[in-house]
């Protein structure tokens, strides 16, 4: 097996301008509170990683942040704009700005790989089909894929070549923001390397700005300006990592600073007066 290449820590960005801002949000199911007047900002050119223990609601904020779920209470705002105050056309066009990469990837079974890719700029109506084919096949080659697959069914693939699909199909519209749900679950250590340094190509290559919710803490350092931490059903805090580690509660001392934290932490070069003994 490889060695893996020592991490420098990725610093927050000198300038920030907030292109996401989540105020006050709560979000009950019943009398269940997942979320209890949560903010949190994300800025245009970061990476920012959503982590948390089971059940603190990584993904439900994610799926509220893209409108799949609504909020209880509270306001969501992306480029500047609450996306439940939009008419239709408005809204689709907010929509078009911003790809999702499901955790398991969503592809649809019946489509080919190009087709899946294909189908957002379908939906759109805007290109005839020969470029919208030109264009899905520069995205399957943009994460490693080439023709060759893009004939495939999802059924056809490994898992790594579903994720990478799913990206693809997340970034059709060249976005400016794209979200990441548990984007390396499921994948071997080499798949999974090798798919975040993809990550990481793109971003700088694209201008991304992305939010990944993970729980795998070699991407998460991996590809990290900030961390936000879910736990007590708000963002306990979003910082960089060598500062998370000085918080004193329970999950960063569990998922930070246990056995297989610390050893990720030395891959991030976090001095050891910056780790709590």
Known sequence: MKARVPIKPRAPL??????????????????FT?????????MRGEVLSIVGGSGSGKTTLLRQIV???????????????????????????????????????ALFSALSVIDNVALPMRELRA????????AALLKLEMVGLSAKDADKRPSDLSGGMIKRVGLARAL?????????????????????????????????????????VTHDLDTLIALSNRVAVLADRKVLAAAPIWEL?????????????????????????????????
């Open 67 to 105: 409108g799949l779920e609504r909020p209880t209470s509270g306001s969501i705002r992306i480029f500047g704009q609450d996306p439940a105050s939009l008419p239709a056309a408005a809204l689709q066009a907010l929509r078009n700005r911003w790809g999702m990469q499901f955790q398991h990837g």
């Open 34 to 42: 997942v979320h209890d007047h949560l903010d949190l900002d994300v």
């Open 245 to 277: 580690v000085k918080i004193d509660h329970p999950f960063i001392h569990e998922y930070f600073l246990g056995e297989r934290g610390r050893r990720a932490l030395l891959a991030l070069r976090v001095p050891a007066s910056e780790q709590e003994s």
């Open 14 to 31: 000198a300038q920030p301008e907030p292109i996401i801002e989540v105020r006050d949000l709560v979000k009950r199911y019943g009398d």
């Open 172 to 212: 059709s519209l060249e976005p400016e923001l794209v979200f990441l749900d548990e984007p390396t679950a499921g994948l071997d250590p080499r798949a999974s390397d090798d798919y975040v340094a993809l990550i990481d190509e793109l971003r700088a290559e694209l201008g991304l700005t992305v939010v990944m």
């Open 127 to 134: 290109l005839p089909d020969d470029l919208i084919c030109k």
